[in-house]
């Protein structure tokens, strides 16, 4: 239960992102595609970093 909610809130957040701003989402992938291979990787593990530092605030917050 709690897992379908946690995507949908993804899923809530992306589609409003692409629907406000679509443009920016472009701008974002083209940026996104002029970094090199290992500046991606540590772009993605930061965010995956700063997702579990979202969740274990939630926890400790009594929000889960």
Not at 32 to 44: D, I
Request: aromatic letters at 8%; hydrophobic letters at 65%; charged letters at 15%.
């Amino acid at each position: 239960m709690l897992m379908l909610y946690g995507i949908g809130l993804v899923l809530l957040i992306e589609g409003l992102v692409y629907a406000l701003a679509p443009s920016l989402v472009e701008d974002l992938l083209e940026a996104l595609k002029n970094l090199s291979l290992e500046m991606r990787r540590t772009f993605g593990f930061l965010v995956l970093v700063l997702g579990v530092c979202f969740l274990l605030a939630a926890r400790a917050m009594g929000a889960v």
